[in-house]
């Protein structure tokens, strides 16, 4: 029993033994492993710590390349918007602002004085003001709108200022010395014919015209060759000492589509004193007969008008012989190209009130022509054949 416990006590002491072991191998194998742990962990650091370096160095690089990228990019935006601005958006918005303005400065130069307030003009200039480009502003046609307005408001105005002989008078804007007396067909026919240039500087009145006398040489008076109610235009010479420039800077006549209502020329011109004689040798062998015949004719027109009226001559005939004396005279020197250059005239002609002053304060200095489109019949019958 005895030997048994013992063995049963050695046993038990072997196995606390061999436990006793197994833990001292189980502890040094931990301790060597914790060691190899340590050591991988060490070297897991080491790697870990030359690693994380390198990544935040690769990480500030990155961000260095992106912050450059960033910079460079602002920069070059920066230079294209300046390049842009300066190259091409400013000048095309000066381009822009000049060429509205040049429309504007148009359509204030054709919508004035009484189209000023024109519907047309108001559309017009909310056009140019919107407009964003330079190709909407020149489509738009100021001329062709302003030329159909004002073509309406003349055409209107002429209806209005016509007189009892169907007449009217353009008065000039731009020339305030031209007034020019028309019909109203005429009138008409001007207004259908000009675009807005012309007719923004004219108006249309009603004539108010005086009768007046003028004393003017033959070279102002067309030559002596007018006609009772010739349409006529009168021009205005500077008068320079004793010699006379007509002026060059205006061509136009200060009063155009004027009538001679009245011609007197001089009484010297009404003096006759003509004599003619016609002699003759009839000779037979020595016998000559000598043969003469003498007219003379002596009488003065003046004379005889009053003679006339007095009752010492028969009015009516005298009347008859002598009806348009001076104007036929004119006419026979015209065509016997001889005349009395000294020949004066008293000429009774219609101008415009306000032109009475200039008329008779430059008397001297005014030179009155025919148109030929109211040329009298010796003009049409010269012109017919220098043309035919």
């Not at 833990?23 to 870990?48: A, G, P, V, W």
Request: with cysteine.
């Amino acid at each position: 029993m005895k030997k048994q416990d013992k063995i049963q006590n050695d046993e038990e002491i072997e196995d606390r033994f061999q436990r006793l072991r197994e833990i001292n191998i189980t502890q040094e194998d931990k301790k060597k492993k914790d060691k190899e742990i340590d050591k991988i962990k060490s070297l897991n650091q080491r790697i870990s710590n030359f690693l994380g370096s390198k990544n935040d160095e690769m990480k500030n690089n990155e961000e260095k390349k992106k912050i450059g990228i960033i910079i460079f990019s602002l920069i070059l935006l920066v230079l294209v918007s300046s390049a842009y601005y300066f190259l091409i958006y400013e000048p095309y918005q000066e381009e822009l602002s000049s060429t509205k303005t040049s429309k504007l400065n148009e359509l204030n130069f054709y919508y004035k004085g009484p189209l000023i307030t024109d519907n047309e003009a108001y559309t017009l200039k909310k056009q140019i003001e919107n407009s964003n480009s330079v190709a909407e502003l020149e489509m738009i046609d100021i001329s062709r709108s302003a030329t159909k307005s004002w073509k309406d408001y003349q055409l209107k105005s002429v209806k209005i200022n016509t007189d009892q002989f169907n007449r009217t008078m353009a008065v000039y804007s731009t020339n305030e010395t031209r007034n020019v007396i028309m019909d109203s067909e005429n009138a008409t026919e001007f207004i259908n014919k000009n675009d807005a240039s012309v007719l923004s500087t004219i108006s249309f009145k009603k004539p108010d015209t005086v009768a007046v006398p003028i004393l003017v040489n033959r070279l102002q008076a067309s030559g002596g060759l007018l006609n009772l109610g010739s349409i006529i235009d009168i021009y205005f010479q500077n008068s320079n000492g004793t010699n006379q420039t007509a002026d060059l800077n205006n061509s136009n006549p200060v009063i155009s589509g004027s009538t001679v209502l009245s011609i007197i020329r001089c009484e010297d011109n009404g003096i006759i004193e003509a004599d003619y004689s016609k002699s003759e040798i009839i000779t037979i062998g020595n016998l000559t007969n000598p043969n003469e015949k003498v007219r003379s004719f002596s009488t003065s027109v003046e004379e005889m008008l009053k003679g006339a009226i007095a009752g010492g001559y028969n009015e009516e005939e005298t009347i008859n012989m002598l009806r348009n004396y001076g104007l036929k005279l004119s006419d026979y020197e015209r065509q016997a190209n001889l005349g009395d250059l000294e020949s004066e005239y008293i000429l009774i002609i219609e101008v415009p009130q306000n032109k009475t002053p200039f008329i008779l304060q430059n008397m001297d200095n005014l030179i009155i022509t025919i148109p030929t489109e109211h040329a009298p019949d010796w003009m049409i019958n010269e012109l017919s054949k220098a043309y035919s």
